[in-house]
């Protein structure tokens, strides 16, 4: 049976994904990551738990993510960004800017990335820098 949770795909199978299907899922990679941060810091109710993972996914969010993420990227790791940041979309949510909207694709697709490539540990690395030191965070 295959394991979907653990994948580990060759850089030539990761290379014939459009970035959009890589940020597709890396999407939903950051969202697991910050709704599990979210949990085991003690949110109780669904309604809180969906407010505060607003304030850390919407596109305006992501994209100051990465403006904290961007002096610590590798050459690959930028490359990868650049290649989601650059792609064309075709419509932009009422939230964001084009230009936050076009950062935030870029965030995903890296996400997306590293999943694929089973780098969770610069998966949490990154995360980390994007949300702090590990603490509690504050209601919302």
Known sequence: ???????????????????LGLAHVGDAVYELMVRTWLC?????TAKGLHK?????????????GVQKLLPVLT???HA????????????????????EYHASTGFETLFGY???????????ELFEIIIGPPTRPTEV
């Open 1 to 19: 049976m295959a394991d979907y949770l653990a994948v580990s795909m060759a850089d030539d199978d990761i290379k014939n994904i459009s970035a």
């Open 40 to 44: 085991a810091s003690g949110r109780a």
């Open 52 to 64: 505060a993972a607003i304030t850390y996914v919407s596109a305006p969010a992501q994209a100051r």
């Open 75 to 77: 050459e690959e790791e």
């Open 80 to 99: 990868v960004f650049r290649r989601g940041r650059n792609t064309r979309v075709n419509s932009v949510p009422r939230n964001a800017t084009l230009e």
């Open 114 to 124: 590293l999943w694929l490539k089973n780098r969770a540990d610069r998966l949490n």
